[in-house]
């Protein structure tokens, strides 16, 4: 039987949930306001093609890079404005990271989604200040969590008069300097009724392996892609760069620009058939 989940309507009239998969897409960080442009411009070429629902993603600081000398990004004001620009210019929807409590409210006069990044999942003030903005959410579980143990993440947004909520698979630690995705986890995060995506770029990220930066296998990307989608996970997370090797953050496990397409025309047709075969088994 097909269970229909919970919607979430951006003010863009975007829906994201279980009836139209989604696209979130965009570079790892904020590099440039024409880089961010471009990406958001050609991103959304590509998903009006496909009739996807597109939200562009970049972070306005990484305040989690390996190293004290990697690029962050332009910082909360400067990021905020270059986020803002691009919803005006392209129209699309806007989502980014945040990693303090304070960062919330300012954060949410711009963003159409607030992020609370994967290692930070368990930060009780983070979650309920975002929440408190009433602004949807995208609550990525931790590298170090059972998908099951989500239910306790979804609890403090919900606990703060939020239930605007996607929730985002991004791989496990399996040892060092590698991760698993363990797809059994979809169908978890599917239980409790909201959209769930997946991080189909930090799944191939290899963290730390390269010493001062992560690593990673791009070339596995469409494969975890699909094989979540027909895990049954209602949208796709993924990080582009129209010069990976280039990319000022995750060169390593971004998707080049130009297979975005490709991807994007395996995924929608697995999910249709997933769809269709939910439907005919009602």
Request: with cysteine; proline share 5%; charged share 25%.
């Amino acid at each position: 039987m097909l269970t229909v989940g919970k919607e979430i309507r951006l003010d863009n009239g975007t829906i994201i949930g279980s009836k139209s998969f989604f696209v979130i897409a965009g570079p790892c960080v904020l590099e440039s306001e024409d880089h961010a442009l471009f990406l958001a411009q050609e991103i959304k070429k590509i998903c009006q093609q496909l009739a996807l629902p597109f939200i562009f993603k970049a972070s306005f600081d990484k305040a989690n890079r390996s190293s004290l000398k990697s690029y962050r990004g332009p910082g909360l004001e400067r990021g905020l404005s270059i986020l803002k620009k691009v919803k005006e210019v392209t129209g699309v929807a806007v989502l980014s990271d945040i990693h303090e409590a304070w960062q919330a409210e300012p954060a949410a006069e711009i963003l159409d989604i607030l992020q609370i990044p994967a290692l930070l999942c368990r930060q009780t003030d983070l979650i309920m200040a975002a929440a408190k903005t009433k602004k949807p959410l995208n609550l990525k579980k931790g590298q170090f969590m059972a998908p099951e143990d989500m239910a306790m993440v979804i609890e403090k947004a919900v606990s703060s008069g939020n239930e605007q909520i996607i929730l985002t698979e991004r791989g496990t630690f399996f040892g060092y300097h590698d991760l698993v995705v363990d797809m059994r986890s979809i169908a978890v995060m599917k239980q409790w009724g909201f959209p769930v995506a997946i991080d189909a770029s930090h799944a191939v990220q290899k963290p730390g392996a390269a010493g001062t930066r992560s690593s990673g296998s791009p070339e596995f990307i469409p494969v975890i892609a699909r094989s979540a989608i027909a895990a049954g996970a209602d949208g796709l997370f993924i990080e582009v760069h129209e010069d990976p090797p280039r990319a000022l953050s995750d060169k390593d496990n971004s998707l080049k620009l130009e297979k975005l397409k490709e991807v994007l025309l395996s995924v929608k047709f697995i999910w249709q058939a997933v769809r269709n075969s939910a439907h005919e088994k009602e």
